[in-house]
């Protein structure tokens, strides 16, 4: 009995042990003294621009056949692969967003990591946007750490994310089942490699550069769905055209604007960037009406920089979107759609950068503040998710990962990044603190993001060097029943959100470097 009760104990120590090590792994730190704590101003002076753009898409997938129609795939239901490589395996892509076992089909539109490299004074600025849901802060940094050995003089990059439910899983919560990791090593390595490729060339392309701001500030409404209370929206558009000094050419353009790009919806399986494909082709090539352009383009490289897409800003299936030239109306999710949907974005695109009153800016000061900051994971399910390895993600302390938040200006113009979907109540105003609420207590998220950003023209990043989900008022915090605003149901964003602690440390990092930023006139 004693030898059999001895067996027994050692056995659930050596459990315990092997478990630990595991977890030690799985959460270990993946980038241990890492820290960023930038900050760099620069007198105004000449200004240097190059923008590029490399292909992401993925090549070398195996497809599949949907028998039900479902957009799931499921052997059991008689769906079946095509076994390209003979090793009996499904070797697919899977796609992020919506639902889980969403294998690619095939491809609709291209992929891309599109750059901009700014430099002036002594200080040079990257900005990289792939066509992707999210890409970690782990990851991010593994991309920085490649790119700083190829081009050491670089200050600063910023990766961010359109946030497209189409394009591969990169993050790992999308795979074939919920505890089955979705994420393509090999694709992984080549989106790292197209961001390095992308800012290379930008950075090899720089040419003295002039800048014009635009602001559209309602025309854009129309397109963007607000599903959760209150009914606040990201919906203004912020331009920012760079042109060639010397020739007068647009060497490219950022396009900043909050909403999902999600308008082909959770029953497509072909990769696709969604409404940016047409919207940047567009803005860079013209709109075509029959044989001829109803809008010329205005070339250069067109980035689609995405906002403040909390509560679910969305052109769901119910919304309808007008085609602005044939005035067609399309609401079923299709194709068609995002082709209408990109022809209205670049239309008003288009006219807003030919305001004559706009102001050519040549001799700018830039100036960069960004600082590395810890979050709480308090999310059961993401903790689960790490353990599991469908996350591979590090963690810098007891329930604790790594993030960041930066804002730089060039002129007048400031830029604010933060790692998530924030609801744009935060940004913009009108936080409530609805009965049912989880806390009960006042709004903590005040004054807003927007009240406090410098300059004339404000321009807000979501999903920047990092992805963690939904960032919501803790007043607007809702797990426990009754829920607020009359729901039946838990609201969906908190399922995919850190904690409630999240926005209110968010949004207090984020007032803290715009005011150690110097003084902009607002």
């Not at 605003?485 to 207090?508: D, F, V, W």
Request: hydrophobic share 40%.
């Amino acid at each position: 009995m004693k030898k059999v009760l001895g067996i027994v104990l050692i056995s659930i120590l050596l459990l315990f042990t092997g478990i630990t090590i595991y977890a030690w792994y799985q959460f270990r730190d993946r980038h241990p003294d890492y820290r960023v704590d930038l900050t760099l101003f620069s007198r105004s002076g000449p200004l240097e621009a190059g923008f590029a753009k490399v292909d992401i898409t993925p090549t070398d997938f195996e497809t599949w056949e949907d028998v039900d129609g479902d957009s799931k795939y499921d052997p059991e239901k008689g769906d079946k692969y095509v076994d390209k490589n003979g090793n009996g395996m499904f070797d697919a892509i899977w796609l992020a967003g919506f639902h889980n076992s969403r294998p690619a089909q095939g491809v609709l539109d291209k992929l891309w990591a599109r750059a901009m490299v700014l430099n002036s004074g002594d200080i040079t600025l990257a900005l990289c946007v792939i066509d992707m849901i999210g890409f970690g802060n782990d990851e991010v940094i593994a991309t920085r750490k490649m790119i700083e050995q190829a081009l050491p003089d670089v200050d600063y990059v910023i990766i961010a994310s359109t946030h497209v439910h189409s394009s591969p899983d990169v993050m790992g919560m999308w795979g074939p089942s919920e505890y089955k990791r979705g994420v393509n090593p090999a694709y992984l390595t080549k989106v790292q490699e197209g961001i390095k490729a992308a800012v290379e060339e930008a950075y090899g392309a720089k040419k003295k550069a002039q800048v014009k701001f635009a602001v559209e500030p309602n025309r854009l409404e129309s397109l963007v769905g607000d599903t959760r209370m209150p009914l606040v929206a990201d919906a203004g558009l912020k331009l920012m055209q760079v042109i060639d000094a010397q020739t007068g050419q647009t060497l490219g353009t950022i396009m900043n604007w909050g909403n999902h790009p999600e308008t082909l919806w959770s029953q497509n399986i072909q990769l696709s960037s969604d409404f940016a494909d047409p919207w940047r082709n567009y803005v860079e090539n013209g709109i075509p009406i029959s044989d001829s352009l109803a809008a010329p383009g205005i070339g250069g490289v067109a980035i689609f920089l995405n906002g403040a897409v909390g509560g679910l800003m969305t052109t769901h299936p119910d919304m309808a979107v007008i085609d602005p030239y044939s005035e067609v109306e399309v609401k079923k999710q299709s194709p068609e759609k995002i082709q209408a949907q990109g022809k209205a974005l670049a239309k008003i695109t288009l006219e807003t950068l030919q305001d004559s009153s706009l102001i050519l800016h040549s001799s700018l000061d830039l100036g960069i503040r960004a600082r590395t900051i810890e979050l709480a994971m308090d999310n059961t399910l993401f903790q689960l998710a790490a353990f599991l390895g469908i996350f591979d993600r590090g963690f810098v302390g007891w329930k604790k990962i790594r993030s960041e938040v930066s804002a730089w200006f060039l002129g007048p113009a400031t830029f604010v990044h933060v790692p998530g979907e924030l609801y744009p109540e935060i940004l913009h105003g009108g936080i409530e603190s609805p009965q049912g609420g989880d806390f009960q207590i006042s709004p903590m998220e005040v004054p807003s993001i927007g009240s406090r950003i410098p300059g004339q023209y404000a321009f807000f990043s979501g999903m920047s060097n990092d992805m963690i989900g939904y960032i919501i008022p803790k007043s607007q915090w809702d797990v426990e029943p009754p829920y607020t605003y009359g729901y039946n149901e838990r609201p969906y964003g908190e399922i995919n959100s850190l904690g409630p602690e999240t926005a209110p440390k968010i949004h207090q990092e984020v007032l803290r470097i715009l005011e150690e930023l110097p003084h902009r006139v607002k």
